[in-house]
């Protein structure tokens, strides 16, 4: 089963997700960006953060972003390899977390 089937409901686009990245525990390692450079990108402090979809950093605790579908087995891939386990994929409808370190 592929990426875009376990997120998604049968629908062609599957379900909107988001992705956040718990800075208390990100490591600056910078996997996450160099997998999604689109989605995520290392600040002056060293820490990995989620971009919005217009490209400006979201430092806010907790921000979150959307995941383009065109990129979810990026951000996927970025939360599996995380050494940090601090990226977190969820559902937007009910905030479930699909991938990362809180899912089932």
């Known amino acids: 089963m592929s990426v875009q089937q376990e997120a998604g409901s049968g629908t062609a686009t599957g379900v909107p997700l988001e992705v956040w ?10 996997i996450c960006a160099q997998y999604a450079p689109e989605v995520f990108e ?3 402090d ?5 971009k919005s979809a217009d490209d400006e950093l979201l ?3 907790g921000a979150s972003t ?3 579908l065109p990129l ?3 951000v996927v891939a970025s939360a599996k390899e995380c050494p ?3 990226i977190h994929v969820r559902r937007v409808s009910d905030s479930v ?3 990362g370190p809180d899912a089932e």
Request: hydrophobic fraction near 35%; charged fraction near 20%.
């Open 46 to 50: 060293g820490l990995a953060y989620v």
């Open 21 to 30: 990245i718990d800075q208390d525990l990100c490591t600056g390692d910078g």
């Open 84 to 86: 940090g386990d601090c």
């Open 72 to 74: 979810l087995t990026d």
């Open 59 to 61: 430092q806010a605790p």
């Open 42 to 44: 290392l600040d002056i």
């Open 97 to 99: 977390e699909v991938y």
């Open 66 to 68: 959307p995941v383009p």
